[in-house]
Nanobody, 125 residues
Framework: VQLQASGGGLVQVGGSLRLSCAASGRTFSKNTVAWFRQAPGKEREFVAALRWTGSTPYADSVKGRFTISRDNTKNTVYLQMNSLKPEDTALYYC????????????????????WGQGTLVTVSS
């Protein structure tokens, strides 16, 4: 499986961006996919996941502002980011696993065996 993330860029505070994660070699239909981010000097952190059950857990910091979704016909997962803040500035990574993760484990980066290369989001004030 190869993941290709795109859609990052420079946006002003309060703006929106939509990230895409295109997969090749495998479908997402029954897997768990997620977005993580890593800001300069900080550890990688969980942002959102789309479980095989359809549930979509989010980090508290993005709840209500970000939406994860997928288009199985395009084998692509999206992260719609609205009301962006300077603290959202980070390198965003998409990740996937062939396993249907339970809710308590979706935020652990170690649970994902496939990773995209990252796309940079910069929110300027």
């Amino acid at each position: 499986v190869q993941l290709q993330a795109s859609g990052g860029g420079l946006v002003q505070v309060g703006g929106s961006l939509r990230l895409s994660c295109a997969a090749s070699g495998r479908t997402f239909s029954k897997n768990t996919v997620a977005w993580f981010r890593q800001a300069p000097g900080k550890e990688r952190e969980f942002v959102a996941a789309l479980r095989w059950t359809g549930s979509t857990p989010y980090a508290d910091s993005v709840k209500g502002r970000f939406t994860i979704s997928r288009d199985n016909t395009k084998n692509t997962v999206y992260l719609q980011m609205n009301s962006l803040k300077p603290e959202d500035t980070a390198l965003y990574y998409c990740a996937a696993t062939s396993r249907g993760l339970i809710l308590s484990t979706v935020s652990r980066s170690s649970e994902y065996e496939y990773w995209g290369q990252g796309t940079l989001v910069t929110v300027s004030s």
